[in-house]
């Protein structure tokens, strides 16, 4: 019960960070409770929005803004209820008996479509390029324990990692990487083997993630300016291409060594 609670309220409080940085980016202004409660102050149309400081910085770090302040915000900011009331939150907590992640992945993902034929080409094509939209598909098929999806399974836990990274350089999840890394990482799976296996294609300690997260958007940053017409969209893919790559991987490494230093 403990165990659920800690994974509920860390999912929470990703729902809570990713919310506070939209508004930020919403305003615009910079990703810090000083200058969020001077815009919130200086907006007439949020005068029932606290302007503290104070409270901001501890709303982007997780904590939870209450429902009236929440429905004028969104009110204000229409993008903010697609954050709120994105799928993916229930799908990463632990719900226990009252979430039944079968007929929740079958819902998503039919009974006939090719994935369910395992082969690395058809997840290839499931899968598609990264994008924070399919994590939820991700997340459901690793919590389903239907057997005829068990290699399907192996291979998204093997790709995993890459898929995640790709996924948290970009916006929205940017913000929040490493959060969200956390919450995939503690997923609660019904067998305790999926749970090692999981922990071990997921070897980098939360702490760690961002400098993973920070060397990939450098990488992709580089490649988007190096020639005009690039898109975000297609540095998602050249990132996901280029991952398996050991030449790149190298290039990573050393730009991880670079922030130590």
């Known amino acids: 019960m403990h165990r659920a609670l800690e994974v509920n309220r860390q999912v929470d409080r990703l729902r809570n960070m990713l919310f506070v940085h939209t508004i930020a980016d919403g305003v615009p202004c910079e990703h810090s409770g000083y200058a969020l ?56 907590k632990d719900n226990g008996s009252h979430f039944d992640s079968q007929q929740c992945f079958d ?9 369910r034929r395992f082969s690395h080409c058809s997840m290839q094509k499931w899968v598609g390029v990264p994008e924070p939209e399919r994590i939820r598909e991700m997340v459901l098929l690793l919590k389903n324990d239907d057997h005829s999806l068990h290699l399907q399974r192996w291979w998204m836990m093997k790709h995993l990692a890459p898929y995640v990274l790709v996924a948290s350089t ?4 940017r913000p929040v990487a490493a959060p969200l890394y956390r919450c995939i990482r503690d997923l609660p799976l019904n067998k305790p083997s999926m749970v090692d296996s999981l922990h071990g294609y997921l070897p980098i300690s939360p702490t760690h993630w961002d400098n993973w997260v920070n060397a990939a958007q ?33 290039r990573l490494s050393s730009r991880l060594k670079s922030c130590r230093a």
């Open 37 to 92: 409660g001077l815009r919130m102050g200086a907006s007439s149309d949020l005068s029932v929005v606290g302007v503290e400081s104070h409270r901001w910085q501890r709303r982007i770090l997780g904590a939870a803004i209450p429902s009236p302040e929440r429905e004028t915000l969104m009110a204000r900011f229409p993008g903010l209820r697609t954050v709120w009331n994105n799928p993916l939150w229930e799908v990463l």
């Open 107 to 115: 819902s998503v993902v039919g009974v006939d479509h090719p994935m």
């Open 218 to 250: 450098q990488e992709a940053t580089e490649w988007l300016g190096s020639r005009k017409g690039r898109t975000q969209e297609l540095a998602r893919r050249w990132l996901w291409d280029m991952l398996p790559s050991s030449d790149f991987q190298r």
């Open 170 to 173: 970009f916006a929205p999840f």
